[in-house]
Antibody, heavy 120, light 111 residues
Framework: QVQLQESGPGLVKPSQTLSLTCTVS??????????WSWIRQHPGKGLEWIGY???????YYNPSLKSRVTISVDTSKNQFSLKLSSVTAADTAVYYC????????????WGQGTMVTVSS | QSVLTQPPSASGTPGQRVTISCSGS????????VYWYQQLPGTAPKLLIY???QRPSGVPDRFSGSKSGTSASLAISGLRSEDEADYYC????????????FGGGTKLTVL
């Protein structure tokens, strides 16, 4: 059973870079047919897709966040990561990593989420 | 402001059938599949419906999805207390260079 687990600082200062890692267990991140994604949820609000990466390293980002987002993959560690630069209070949210399964073309497995607060 | 529009709340009594609507446009629902996710309190979303009306293994057939034009609906029959959750619709949007978009969510209360 594939599981995802987010990790990273829960508090980031304004203008700094938010960095999170998602560790994949129970399966290989290099398995074809899956894209690895980040999604966030502002407090009490809906979901916002951030971007995804394939194990080969190809990426696709939400156009509204593209200028500040970098998603990378480390197949040797079975992990993928998110960097969001120049953060503001508006980036305070629960950040989820999730798997896109091309059998469903949907986010079929999610991490538990990690709360990131942007504050000085 | 979410790209897909859902009612903020819905309610029903145990055993009842409830529907949740999701309205979009030609660039998302009108030309792509619709997906539904269930988020129980304090947990991550869970895939409920994919490609408009397909259920992943393990999802009860009490849950069903449909799509017509630029709108979609999630129906829950035989409502149970454990169905109390937030429900989100999602679709790929072809505008700009493409983007996954979600509804604002509907909080379902089982009375």
């Amino acid at each position: 059973q594939v599981q995802l687990q987010e990790s990273g600082p829960g508090l980031v200062k304004p203008s700094q870079t938010l960095s999170l890692t998602c560790t994949v267990s129970g399966g290989s991140i290099s398995s074809g047919g899956y894209y690895w994604s980040w999604i966030r949820q502002h407090p009490g609000k809906g979901l916002e897709w951030i971007g995804y990466i394939y194990y080969s390293g190809s990426t696709y980002y939400n156009p509204s966040l593209k200028s500040r987002v970098t998603i990378s993959v480390d197949t040797s560690k079975n992990q993928f990561s998110l960097k969001l630069s120049s953060v503001t209070a508006a980036d305070t949210a629960v950040y989820y990593c999730a798997r896109i399964n091309t059998m469903f073309d949907a986010f079929d497995i999610w991490g538990q989420g990690t709360m990131v607060t942007v504050s000085s | 402001q979410s790209v897909l529009t859902q009612p903020p709340s819905a309610s029903g009594t145990p055993g009842q059938r409830v529907t949740i609507s999701c309205s979009g446009s030609s660039s998302n629902i009108g030309s792509n599949y619709v997906y539904w996710y269930q988020q129980l309190p304090g947990t991550a979303p869970k895939l409920l419906i994919y490609r408009n009306n397909q259920r992943p293994s393990g999802v009860p057939d009490r849950f069903s999805g449909s799509k017509s034009g630029t709108s979609a609906s999630l129906a829950i029959s035989g409502l149970r207390s454990e169905d109390e959750a937030d429900y989100y619709c999602a679709a790929w949007d072809d505008s700009l260079s493409g983007n996954w978009v979600f509804g604002g969510g509907t909080k379902l209360t089982v009375l």
